[in-house]
Nanobody, 114 residues
Framework: VQLQASGGGLVNIGGSLRLSCIAS????????MAWYRQAPDEELELVAS???????KYGDFVKGRFTISRDNAKKSIFLQMNNLKPEDTAVYYC?????????WGQGTQVTVSS
């Protein structure tokens, strides 16, 4: 496992979580990085990405609720998630952008309770 996500949990509607991801054995500063998520019986989808120049993209469903950031010195990326909704319930993963098969870790479960 080269990328380990953490920070998930159970929150109520409207709550917040901050996800963290630390990388090892990857050339972090030269890679675009991203958060992905997969809900049960759904396809993997891109949540947010940040390239080596700090340019950011978000999935359409984010609508200003999430903020991605990176700290190259710590080989880490973060995802601040606010105003969470039940449809945000999923396992969240970090990976490079585009993703690499060998980078997938266990992810971190986010559950938004109604």
């Amino acid at each position: 496992v080269q990328l380990q996500a953490s920070g998930g949990g159970l929150v109520n509607i409207g709550g917040s979580l901050r996800l963290s991801c630390i990388a090892s054995r990857v050339t972090f500063s030269n890679d675009g990085m991203a958060w992905y998520r997969q809900a049960p019986d759904e396809e993997l989808e891109l949540v947010a990405s940040i390239d080596i120049n700090g340019r950011i993209k978000y999935g359409d469903f984010v609508k200003g609720r999430f903020t991605i950031s990176r700290d190259n010195a710590k080989k880490s990326i973060f995802l601040q998630m606010n105003n969470l909704k039940p449809e945000d319930t999923a396992v969240y993963y970090c990976n490079t952008d585009p993703w690499a098969f060998g980078n997938w870790g266990q992810g971190t479960q986010v559950t938004v309770s109604s």
